[in-house]
């Protein structure tokens, strides 16, 4: 796991300086070592940079960016089945000098161009440049593992891997996107592939970026599609059929995942995803697994005795770490240094921290993010399996009558119900179901935090609504069901802007790589065509994920309710952050700044002081934009 960045002048304006200033933003994610290349075009400069943690090839043949021929490269991630592709290539009669995945696939790119990808197994953000064709070739992975930005502006082309290291290079103009900052008070992240800045795009997952340097234009075309797969017939087999199938499969891409020639441990915390990485890589391993369970016992935060019990059952190796809650209060100041772009997922707190405990010991772990979006996990999806079905067959003169009705009476007006928890922003989200009941929109309410009425009292310029996989139709009509619509928006929205990158960021905060076990591209193609009731059956999610596990791990021993990294947010605002909220979110600030509607923004500070409670989100989400403003606008 690395860190990349680099740029295409036209301007003839950058130097070696720059380069190593924007690459060495990202230290952290690469202490290891530094490489720089420079080149000077007739027409343009282009610079290619790369922070390296060492994981594959410790020696210096493993460097990077790395020429084999014309190419050159810079990479960030790992192809983990890189050995049998050398095989192959052997065979064709290359050679090779090194024992890295990078040198591999730069390879694979000489011999089969674009087409290499699909031969790879992994995560993976890479830039090749083409000497001969003058040609800078950008690809994404499959899921959206490895993170890409890029920015096109008055000649100027940059990328890397995180945005801080767009600031290092003057003739970058970080100009707010005003479409962006709501979109991210919707749903506490900039959804792929906008960015918070104009001119600043995410490479979308499964996508490549091909840059013209003579004729300055680039283009991006999609390599592979999550919906190829929900689209298809669902396989006739029996649920053992697919239980044995699965297996295999979830072995395979987790066998992968140890690949390393540093040492590896596994994040257990107690749930079905990590224990069921932790037993099928256990089971027939004489090594004990290194395994890592943090937890924050005065803040309700406490699956550790649970992952302990299951790591006793397995024979892992296991560590557990107790936290306090100001271990986890002290993070929340840096947090906008390295989630360089508004983030508010406040599980990154935790996460983080177990990041950093893990790496006093290893330096790769393996985290089971996937598992809801791919085997139906979420409470979501109980929601709209129970109460979707009934929204959209009730009516529509029922519905919309209701709707009427509930427009002409508001929440505040309404004895008993209006005094409790969250009622208000229940009580507008009904109102919106009921007046378009379809999938799309229950998706959406369920996805955001603001309505479309409170954003735009909040939100002082004029916006608009940004283009993103939430309002994708590409399932078609043959394949349809609302619980595959769900898990595929799911997939390629709050899986990449939210999951991954929460990962990626506390991971490389303390320089330790994670990887995602789950999100092999094999899993998915195969799980996309199973039978949605070998997923969610008569009310159990993930079913026949757990009942994979419960062959390794007896089901009273697993069988609790989801706990997830909860985070007090509520009482940490009424306590140790009221402070912050009242600096950050003063009426002076607001004001000067010009985004959001000072009267509004004093409302609801006001208001969850005296009590609504529910409020707590919303100034969580303000918060965290505000401190992001001050860290990188101020």
Known sequence: MCGISGFIDFNNQSTQNILHDMTDSMFHRGPDFGGYEFFQNQSCQVGLGHRRLSIIDLTDTGKQPMQFQHYWMTFNGEVYNYQEIKKELELLGHQFISNSDTEVMLHAYAEWGIQCVHRFIGMFAFVIYDTQKLEIICLRDRAGVKPFFYYWNEGLFLFSSELKAFHRHPQFKKEINTDAVAAFMQYGNVPTPHCIFNYCYKLKPAHVLIFNIQHSTFNISKYWDVYDYYNKPKL??????????????????????????????????????????????????????????????????????????????????????????????????DLPYYYDEPFADSSAIPTTLVCKMAKKQVTVALSADGGDEIFAGYNRYD?????????????????????????????????????????????????????????????????????????????????????????????????????????????????????????????????????????????????????????????????????????????VMMDRPKTGFAIPIEKWLATDLKEQVHYYLNRQTIQSEGIFQADQVDKLVVDFFKGKKEYAVKIWYLLMFEMWYKEWMK
């Not at 090594?287 to 059952?313: C, M, Q, R, W, Y």
Request: net charge negative; aromatic share 10%; charged share 25%.
């Open 236 to 333: 006739a087999i029996s649920f053992n059929e697919a239980k044995i199938e699965t297996e295999k499969l979830l072995q395979s891409a987790f066998d992968y995942r140890m690949v390393s020639d540093v040492p590896v441990g596994v994040f257990l915390s107690g749930g079905y995803d990590s224990a069921c990485v932790t037993s099928l890589l256990q089971k027939n391993n004489p090594t004990k697994l290194k395994t890592f369970t943090i937890g924050v016992s005065d803040i309700g935060l406490n699956e550790a005795p649970f992952a302990k019990e299951i790591a006793k059952h397995l024979g892992t190796d296991h560590h557990e770490y107790q936290c306090t809650e100001q271990d986890a209060l002290e993070l929340i100041d």
């Open 383 to 555: 929601y709209m399996m129970k109460h979707g079905k009934l929204l959209s067959s009730m009516p529509s003169i029922v519905n919309k009558g209701l709707a009427g009705i509930m427009d002409l009476v508001s929440a505040d007006h309404i004895p008993v119900l209006k005094n409790k928890y969250n009622f208000h922003n229940r009580y507008e989200k009904l109102k919106s179901l009921l007046k378009d009941p379809s999938h799309k929109n229950v998706m959406l309410s369920l996805s955001q935090q603001f309505n479309e009425k409170q954003l735009n009292e909040l939100v002082l310029k004029k916006y608009g609504s940004l283009e993103t996989a939430y309002l994708s139709d590409s399932l078609t009509n043959n394949s349809y069901s609302s619980l595959s619509y769900m898990m595929a928006i799911d997939y390629q929205t709050y899986l990449v802007d939210d999951i991954l990158q929460k990962v990626d960021r506390a991971s490389m905060t303390v320089s330790l790589e994670g990887r995602e076990p789950f999100l092999d591209h094999r899993i998915i193609e195969f799980a996309a065509q199973l039978p949605d009731n070998f997923k969610y059956h008569n009310g159990i999610k993930k079913y026949i994920l757990k009942e994979i596990t419960h062959q390794y791990i007896p089901k």
